[in-house]
């Protein structure tokens, strides 16, 4: 009856993708066409922020535009990407991803690649927030290492996606505390809303996440940060960065669209047009300011290069933590 009724979403969520789209394969991108922007995981996760905050600046940046965001979430964003490379030549549609879809791609060991999509942009990068709730008795790194030392199954780690950038952040940690990473008991949520559920309800021990999705909760007090993933101590976080606290890691996540591959020069010359126009609106520089994003706007080749080499050093670090055979 699961699977059943499984197969009947999925049915459904593809006539969707299909059916609203102001294009079909082969189709040009209108001056003010709609545009649809696919966030390939469940509301309140990274991708899901992006591309909502991405839907307010493209209205503000164009006000005559229609813009939509709907979600398609489950296995670290390779079920919208299937669905993507389904919208071969649609100019209307773009899909949020990042770091996080390229392990998942390797982990998931997805027929569907990135090699079927067309890149447009590279938007921002984030560095990762380690936190515990409240209550935790886990006060600092220090204590973590503790604890993982004394037995890794026992601390359990909410994230996203299996093979995304919290994952392998968390991977690194337990490298860097003496811990075998293949010990880390971590468990994947399709979305950040959920990982963060777990926190507040106390079923796991720490999270793991970009630090615009846990930054409000620290601040209320209801969780508390043990450190970050950046070279230096952020001005809006009060916690200390994974280095001060004894594990010599440091990791960026990023974010950017793709749209669907089988795009005319005409069709991808104008998506980019619209992401450039976007990413410069007052809307989005506020948004990247208030999130603590890193503005890493890249277009072009320049972004397909970063994309083509970002899946090389992926594969090779999940590939050394042991998270794919």
Known sequence: MRLRTLAALTALSVAALTGCGDTGSGGTTTAAGALRIMAPAAPGGGWDQTSRTAEQAFKAADPQRKVEVFNVSGAGGTIGLAQLAGEKGNGNLLMTMGLVMVGAIEQNKSKVTLAETTPIAKLTEEYEIVVVPAASPLKTLADLTAAWKADPKKVSVAGGSAGGTDHILAGLMAKAAGVDPKQVNYIAYSGGGEALEA???????????????????????????????????????????????????????????????????????????????????????????????????????????????????????????????
Do not use: C
Request: glycine share 12%.
């Open 199 to 325: 926190l507040l309800g106390n079923k796991v021990t720490i999270g793991v996440s970009g630090i615009g999705e846990f930054a409000e909760h620290v601040k209320s007090g209801q969780l508390r940060a043990l450190g970050v993933s950046s070279p230096a101590k952020l001005p809006n976080v009060d916690a200390p960065t994974l280095k001060e606290g004894g594990l010599d890691v440091e990791l960026a996540n990023w974010r950017g669209f793709v749209a669907p591959g089988g795009l005319n020069d005409a069709d991808k010359k104008a998506l980019t047009d619209l992401v450039i126009k976007m990413h410069d609106s007052q809307s989005w520089k506020d948004a990247v300011a208030k999130n603590g994003w890193i503005d890493s706007f890249q277009t072009g080749q320049e972004f397909t290069d970063y994309l083509n080499a970002e899946q090389i050093r992926i594969k090779a670090v999940i590939a050394e933590m042991g998270l794919v055979s």
